[in-house]
């Protein structure tokens, strides 16, 4: 499986995190959030560090519970989203915590993601879009939070892409079926290369 992450945000990498892990037993967790205002950086990224802790610590047994890792992951996102509640609300001098991108496990070809912000999940199979979803998040609350986790069946080769913005609202069909193609000559381009 591929993650391919599209950004047009130009910040510090101080104002990133970024974790990428690869287990024994196979399982992968990924993390890419991106904050976009520079205070308070460190904080946010000590709670959602936690979680990742959290979900690898139960995901690196070798005779690992799936349902066990979904249940880590649920609970965690919920204190995740608890712990950034409180934070954002002691501060009154910052109107809005603006925070993008995603957490994901990938174990036994099922992905298991949780978006934060104006976030769009796109998987493409086959070069093709197969499955897209936007984050439906809360532009009132204070801080952007983790939406409930959505769990998707994988298949070799699959791509998933996160984009940051409403896709919908941004392409019309033409425009993916350019983005296919030009994935696909990408593709192309890398295979020659690795010959």
């Known amino acids: 499986m ?9 910040l510090d990498n101080a104002q990133i995190l970024d974790i990428h892990k690869k287990l024994d ?6 993390t890419n959030i991106h904050f976009l205002q520079e205070q308070f950086v460190d904080f946010q990224k000590d709670i959602i560090e936690w979680l ?3 979900i690898s610590d139960i995901a ?3 005779n690992y519970d799936v349902d066990e890792i979904k249940t880590a992951f649920e609970s965690g996102l919920q204190g995740v989203n608890t712990k950034l509640k409180a934070f954002a609300s002691q501060m009154d001098k910052i109107e809005h915590f603006t925070t993008k991108w995603y957490i994901q496990v990938i174990v036994d070809n099922t ?9 769009t999940i796109m998987i493409l199979r086959n070069g093709k879009l197969y499955y897209s979803l936007h ?3 809360d532009t009132e609350e204070k801080i952007d939070l983790f939406s409930d986790f959505i769990e998707w069946d994988l298949e070799n ?4 892409l996160y984009v940051g913005t409403k896709v919908e609202d941004a392409l019309d069909d033409n425009d993916l079926d350019t983005i296919q193609v030009a994935m696909q000559q990408e593709r192309s381009v890398l295979e020659t290369l690795e010959a």
């Open 2 to 10: 591929q993650v391919v992450q599209h950004n047009s945000h130009y």
């Open 25 to 30: 037993n196979g399982i992968q967790i990924k």
């Open 52 to 54: 990742i802790a959290d």
């Open 60 to 62: 690196s047994d070798k």
């Open 111 to 119: 992905l298991i993601t949780s978006l934060i912000g104006d976030v």
């Open 135 to 137: 984050n439906s998040f």
């Open 157 to 160: 080769h699959d791509e998933i």
